[in-house]
């Protein structure tokens, strides 16, 4: 179990085909604040159904995109 598994199955629960969440939202969904190791993590999401569409450090935004 990874430590970014409740953000996984939140963006997967959504459905949404594109959603983006900010750094602060994603910090509410796991309990703790983004850091840099969801770089190397963010290779979990394709399980999901998911992948990273952009990672914005200006608007401080992460764009989770479905794959087909």
């Known amino acids: 179990m990874s430590k970014y598994d ?3 199955e939140y963006v997967r629960k959504t459905g ?3 959603l983006t969440l900010s750094f602060a939202e994603i910090g509410e969904i796991l309990a ?3 850091d840099h190791s969801f770089l190397s993590f963010k ?3 394709p399980g999901y159904g998911y992948r ?3 990672i914005s450090l200006k608007e401080q935004t992460v ?4 794959e087909e």
């Not at 764009?63 to 479905?66: L, P, S, W, Y």
């Open 6 to 8: 409740p953000l996984w």
């Open 63 to 66: 764009v989770f995109i479905r």
């Open 32 to 34: 703790f604040p983004l």
């Open 16 to 18: 949404e085909q594109s």
């Open 52 to 54: 990273i569409g952009k």
């Open 43 to 45: 290779k979990e999401l």
